[in-house]
């Protein structure tokens, strides 16, 4: 009788903690979202973040919509050669956030590229954006606008 007892508390702790290892059970978030402040006479500017994937299958961020925004899409910045970097589109055009990842949209990286913004961005003001993702849909987040020095 005591095997059994002791076999029956071995498989609920083990069934207990498989539970908790990230097997799906998780949710998609998204923090520190913020972009640079930039002045009316800047055509553009970026919104960073960071996208933790604990739901257990992998997602993909297919896209961004800023309303000040007359276009905006996901970039990213890559080696040119000769110490020289350059911008472009995501291949593809979406993000992959792999199951259990974190993915970080950050300065001299991955971010949601504002083209032809209609307004300057000031700092502290609060930027409403929507993130659309394979799997979990839209998401509303608001982006920070925060001082413009690299390294933020």
Known sequence: MKRLMMLVLFTAVALGAAACSGGGSGAL?????WGRNAPAAAPNAAFYMT???NTGEDEQLLGASVD?????????????GNDVMGMRPVPGGVIDIPAGETVELKVGGLH??????DRALEI??????KLT?????????TAEIREGAMGN
């Open 29 to 33: 978030e998204v923090q520190d979202v």
């Open 112 to 117: 949601v590229m504002c083209i032809d913004k």
């Open 133 to 141: 993702f394979a799997n979990a849909g839209d998401r509303q987040v």
């Open 68 to 80: 000040l925004c007359g276009a905006t899409e996901l970039h990213e910045m890559y080696d040119k």
């Open 51 to 53: 996208i933790v994937n």
């Open 124 to 129: 502290g003001e609060e930027i409403p954006i």
